[in-house]
């Protein structure tokens, strides 16, 4: 007989993890929310899916519904929801419906880049400071959407302060703590600006995710459905209106 082989079993990657739960309903619903985006961001619908999966591993961490905290989809607390016009209560809870939430993730990260895209006034002695470079600004984009764009503005400021350039990311990340940030915090911020954007050259080369959904026109939700009650089919939980 002859000796047997040792046959390799390639280990699959967290993207190809991820490809594996993406239904179509979720392509179709992020790619829709990619309809937010456009040619003056560096924003796509694999940004969306890196940040889906960083954020819930694609639906799969989601929390408890109603809660203050981040949860749902895409880990928005319930402020930044319901500033995307998102309802948020036990009885109905949109982050945890991936039509609503990748749409109000779409909407944010937008908002966030349209923010450091020029000086946007924040709050008392707080603007941000306008980074010119699409993909220079999506780092800061990506860090204040895992962090707040207060904090992340700050650090920029505190860059400036001490003489560093404001419009680079590796020089304003160092002022992440003094900003206000725990050490831990600040190691998470770091990972995810750099994870994301990993992730999502990988996704951009496997998932079947259509690229050029940023051009089309958005297809809207129907409105908000406040009234109802929640039923499990399939092991998923679902709102019916009543």
Not at 57 to 62: P, R
Not at 95 to 105: K, L, Q
Not at 197 to 226: I, M, Y
Request: aromatic share 8%.
């Amino acid at each position: 007989m002859s000796p047997q082989k040792n046959i390799k079993v390639s280990k699959k990657t967290k993207v190809e993890i991820w490809l594996g739960r993406e239904t179509s309903h979720i392509r179709k619903a992020l790619e829709n929310a990619s309809s937010y985006f456009d040619d003056r961001d560096a924003l796509t619908v694999n940004t969306l899916e890196a940040i889906y999966g960083q954020e819930s591993s694609f639906g799969t961490l989601l929390h408890e519904r109603g809660i203050d905290g981040p949860s749902g989809d895409f880990q928005l607390d319930a402020v930044t929801a319901k500033t995307q016009d998102l309802t948020v209560s036990k009885e109905n809870d949109q982050r945890f419906d991936i039509d609503y939430a990748s749409i109000a993730a779409a909407r944010y990260l937008k908002s966030l880049d349209a923010m450091f895209g020029k000086k946007t006034h924040l709050s008392e002695n707080r603007d941000t400071i306008p980074i010119k470079d699409t993909l220079e600004r999506k780092k800061f984009v990506l860090a204040a959407y895992d962090d707040g764009q207060g904090k992340i503005a700050h650090a920029q400021y505190l860059a400036q302060q001490a003489g560093k350039d404001p419009t680079q990311w590796d020089a304003v990340q160092k002022f992440l703590e003094e900003a206000g940030n725990a050490p831990g915090k600040v190691t998470e911020i770091r990972k995810y600006v750099e994870n994301v954007p990993k992730n999502e050259a990988e996704f951009a080369q496997k998932s079947l995710a259509d690229k050029k959904a940023k051009n089309k026109k958005v297809r809207k939700s129907k409105g908000p459905c406040v009234n109802g009650h929640w039923i499990t089919k399939n092991h998923h939980h679902i709102f019916i209106c009543d």
